[in-house]
């Protein structure tokens, strides 16, 4: 059998025919290799140098490598992070003829590292408690998608942070069934392995040295449990609003805000009986809101502050017509927080007078008229507009607080 590559982007079998097919994994001369560090896995896997790119290769049979490049591709489809597949090469032998195993070629992720590399000095428990929540939300989404990963683990997770977010992808999808939709027993039965296979994870880095020891591998792997369940219930409770949907989509932010985790896009649909809210969490470091306004905005705000804002302009931004997440056509984030800034934020704050502003700055007025406007919307159990928020607050909140602060003389 001649040597085949399976591939979807017609570049890459070019650039992998430089590769050494005729010698098993094992043997690969480390010219061709990268020295990058790998996961624990049950095949030979190897990332090595094709072009500018780098690539991981995994050997292992005919079957599961070419059902394993579809799932991926499928998973890329549906928006689902998990690693890019390039190809499948099959009809490999040696130079006597003896047939070899194919390979999966994967598009290395980078940034990325596997559970063990990170381990490799103490990790703080804050950020374990953060890789668990990571790791959370890309069990949701993908049981969300449809998909039953059937081996859900550290070892088969690689781990990113980007400029304070924490993010999971999928790396190994050989176990893995698409279906249109989960049941109950199918998520269960997948939350349940995560929980085994972390803690017997956490508990061989307890034997090496590796973990803090304030860390209990069996809590943490109940704590994948607790995490999914109340984002799951989270992202799957019935989300269709009426008009006026702006105090019913806050209120939805507040709770996964609650939860611990943060909006990273969300999307509505508009139907005749009401919108349709979407929600993808992420996971994020402290002061990530502080940076990401500072960097979209030019505001410069406390964390809370600023994470209330982001949750404003996110909200606000979805409601617009030229927001479309991933598509290259779509206004930039960027033009899409200036417009905020210019059109919403900036009218709002002049229209508290400066004399009742008292040592207050922009972003903080800002972060007081939303909470209040909260505070009355839940009162009315509508969302009562931040124009009667404004009104309101001049009236009725700002005259307090300033009494309050005046400074009191002896009689």
């Known amino acids: 059998m001649a040597l085949q590559i399976s591939a979807t982007n017609p570049e890459h079998p070019a650039l992998l025919l430089e590769l050494p097919w005729h010698l098993p994994l094992e043997e690969w001369p480390e010219r061709y290799l990268v020295p990058l560090p790998r996961g624990i896995s049950r095949h030979v896997v190897r990332y090595a140098h094709a072009g500018d790119e780098v690539i991981a290769v995994k050997e292992l049979a005919e079957r599961p490598a070419l059902r394993e490049y579809e799932l991926l591709r499928d998973l890329d489809r549906l928006g689902i992070p998990s690693v890019d597949p390039l190809a499948v090469v099959t009809g490999r032998t040696d130079a ?16 990325s590292q596997p559970y063990r590399s990170m381990f490799e000095t103490t990790m703080r428990p804050a950020t374990m408690h953060r890789l668990m929540d990571a790791l959370a939300v890309l069990l949701v989404r993908l049981h969300l998608a449809g998909f039953a990963w059937g081996d859900c683990s550290l070892s088969n997770t690689l781990f990113r942070r980007d400029a304070g977010a924490y993010a999971a992808y999928l790396v190994d999808a050989e176990t893995g069934d698409l279906h249109p939709q989960l049941s109950t027993g199918q998520r269960e039965y997948d ?3 995560a929980r085994v296979n972390i803690s017997g994870e956490l508990l061989d880095l307890e034997a090496s040295g590796a973990l803090h020891p304030s860390v209990d591998p069996i809590e943490f792997g109940m704590e994948i449990c607790a995490r999914y369940r109340g984002l799951w219930e989270e992202l799957t409770r019935t989300s269709v609003y009426p008009a ?3 105090h019913y989509i806050e209120r939805r932010i507040r709770r996964l805000n609650d939860l611990g985790f943060d909006v990273a896009e969300m999307q509505i649909e508009h139907s005749s009986n009401g919108d349709t809210v979407t929600f993808v969490p992420k996971v994020v470091d402290a002061g990530h809101h502080q940076r990401q306004l500072l960097r979209l905005t030019g505001l410069d705000a406390e964390e809370n502050q600023a994470r209330r804002l982001l949750n404003d302009l996110e909200s606000w931004m979805a409601t617009q017509d030229d927001y479309a997440p991933g598509d290259p056509l779509a206004a930039r984030p960027e033009v899409l927080a200036h417009r905020w800034v210019r059109d919403v934020f900036r009218p709002t704050v002049r229209a508290v007078p400066l004399e009742l502003r008292g040592s207050m700055d922009a972003a903080e007025i800002y972060h007081e008229l939303l909470e209040h406007r909260w505070y009355l919307s839940e009162r009315a159990q509508q969302d009562i507009g931040l124009d009667t928020a404004v009104e309101d607050y001049i009236t009725n909140i700002l005259p307090k607080a300033r009494e309050t602060l005046q400074p009191t003389t002896a009689e």
């Open 244 to 246: 006026g949907k702006y």
């Open 191 to 193: 939350l349940d392995l």
């Open 96 to 111: 006597e003829g003896t047939a070899l195993e194919p390979v999966l070629i994967t598009r290395h992720l980078r940034g």
